[in-house]
């Protein structure tokens, strides 16, 4: 049976989760979808998430998230990219990408106003129709049993366009075993287990919150969702649920040891077993205060949405080598070459190719240049960089993009970015180098404050000194009220280091 979902004062039975999403797959079929078609999903966190998964895993539907943050024409060329044939969209976010989306596209809008006969929008002169009565006269699906899809996730790298990594499906009479793979590799990475109670507050816009959410709805036992992460409430939610398993990123992890000692104290969070981690690395200290107050459940992982999960890091791991993302899981592949394509010596930083069998191959949607370029011998790079220890645990230094050499010394800003968000009221930070006549480029540091908080940069630079090598503090900070974000919800690093470097050249 499928889990049941909660999402703030909602409670949708693992039945009715499963009878929703049979429904939509069967509405999907009747606007005329066929197997491997996409659903455009434009949504803030909301339960009808639960109802595409469903959908796609039954009719054979890929769906692809959009960050509803983007601008009309980034939402317009995703639309047009991906060749999606429904849109299901938050009734408020209609309005301001109406005009961008393509003819022959079907508008179902979630909440908002409508004719409660017809089901057609209020307001809305391209008849979109409301989800949940254009949902509640959809039969079942009733087609063939076909090759489950996933979501069609976008993911821009460094450069250029955003690219749909666009994933194989896996053929029928080999679906069994390659299940039982991605299953041993899910509960090893992310902690879900048949049975589970698994808490999702990241957006689910971006890929790894969909892998958790698709493999907890089919094996969690319960699966809170939160329309947004609020720090206290993930603890008080973690006890109300019993929740034993959650995914949170670095960040997350920053602002919940900002609560006071008290806050912190308030709460029974003595079920938690498993706290996932992707996205970006940790930095050892974050991690060390959150092993202190958790005790041994924080486990990292290195992965993407191209290659899946790769390396795992437990929580003996982060104590016995700090900083490492981990060593391979199952079967995967894990090499560090030179830009020659040599393999690197122990110990010595290259780029990180990889591949997780468990999961079937890509392709970049509309772009078979761009995945070609990534492959090395049947394994894939992102663009980081990294070595690998006497043991074969991985360490991440940076992306090749954004390693800094500043008068012939390579700087990672990675490590950087891991001190300065601990610095008191920083929100959220950002490290880079700029051109300087004498170095070739300096470290620059952007933070962006709590909300009320104010920050000096020169004090800033002052307590970074007594945390970092003289070479590492960045020379200057610059304090602004909210970073930029990119195509794929993360910081904008390159928009914000291109304003810098307009007129100069720069390796990449």
């Given amino acids: 049976m499928p889990a049941d979902l909660w999402f703030e004062s909602l409670h949708r039975p693992g039945a009715e989760v499963q009878d929703r999403g049979t429904r939509l797959a069967g509405g999907l079929r009747r606007l005329g979808l066929e197997e491997g078609a996409v659903v455009a999903v434009l949504l803030r966190n909301d339960p009808v998430f639960a109802d595409v998964v469903f959908a796609c895993r039954t009719a054979g539907t890929y769906y692809c998230p959009i960050n509803w943050h983007f601008t009309a024409e980034e939402v317009r060329f995703l639309l047009e990219d991906s060749a999606a044939s429904v849109l299901i969209v938050h009734a408020d976010l209609l309005p301001a990408i109406r005009g961008v989306v393509p003819a022959g596209v079907a508008v179902l809008t979630v909440g908002g106003r409508h004719d409660g006969e017809s089901g057609d929008v209020e307001g809305d002169g391209g008849g979109a129709s409301a989800y949940e009565p254009w949902l509640a006269g959809q039969p079942a699906y009733d087609g063939p049993r076909v090759a489950p899809r996933g979501h069609l996730a976008y993911t821009s790298g460094t450069t250029g366009r955003p690219k749909g990594v666009l994933r194989h499906p896996v053929p029928l009479d080999e679906l069994d075993d390659q299940l039982a793979r991605m299953r041993s590799v899910v509960a090893k990475a992310i902690g879900i287990v048949p049975g589970c109670r698994a808490l999702m507050s990241a957006p689910l816009y971006h890929s790894a919150p969909g892998v958790f959410i698709q493999n907890a709805l089919q094996m969690a036992e319960r699966l809170v969702l939160t329309p947004r992460f609020d720090a206290e409430q993930v603890l008080a939610l973690v006890e109300r649920h ?208 709590v909300q009320g908080v104010t920050i000096e940069p020169a004090a800033v630079i002052d307590w970074l000194k007594g945390r970092l090598s003289g070479f590492k503090v960045p020379r200057t900070i610059e304090v602004t009220a909210q970073l930029p974000r990119d195509e794929t919800g993360k910081l904008a690093k390159r928009r914000l280091r291109d304003q810098h470097w307009a007129g100069r050249q720069r390796r990449v």
């Fill in 242 to 449: 019993r929740i034993d398993v959650l995914y949170l990123v670095p960040i997350m992890y920053v602002r919940l040891l900002k609560l006071p000692p008290e806050v912190r104290a308030r709460y029974d969070l003595s079920s938690i077993r498993f706290v996932a981690s992707t996205g970006s690395p940790c930095s050892p200290e974050v991690k060390r205060a959150m092993l202190d107050w958790l005790g041994p459940v924080i486990h990292e992982t290195y992965a993407s949405s191209e290659a899946g999960m790769i390396t795992v890091a437990t929580p003996a791991d982060a104590a016995e080598r700090p900083g490492t993302a981990g060593r391979p899981v199952d079967a995967a592949s894990l090499r560090i070459l030179d830009e020659a394509g040599n393999p690197c010596a122990q110990g010595d930083v290259g780029l990180i190719y990889v591949r997780q069998p468990a999961y079937p191959d890509f392709t970049y949607l509309n772009n078979n240049v761009a995945r070609r370029a990534i492959d090395r011998d049947g394994l894939v790079t992102l663009g980081d960089m990294g070595y690998v220890d006497a043991d074969g645990y991985l360490f991440i230094c940076d992306r090749a993009s954004d390693m800094v050499i500043s008068g012939g010394v390579n700087i990672y800003p990675a490590e950087i970015e891991h001190e300065l968000v601990r610095y008191p009221g920083v929100a959220d930070c950002v490290v880079f180098g700029v051109p300087d006549d004498e170095y070739g480029e300096r470290l620059h540091g952007v933070v962006q404050p």
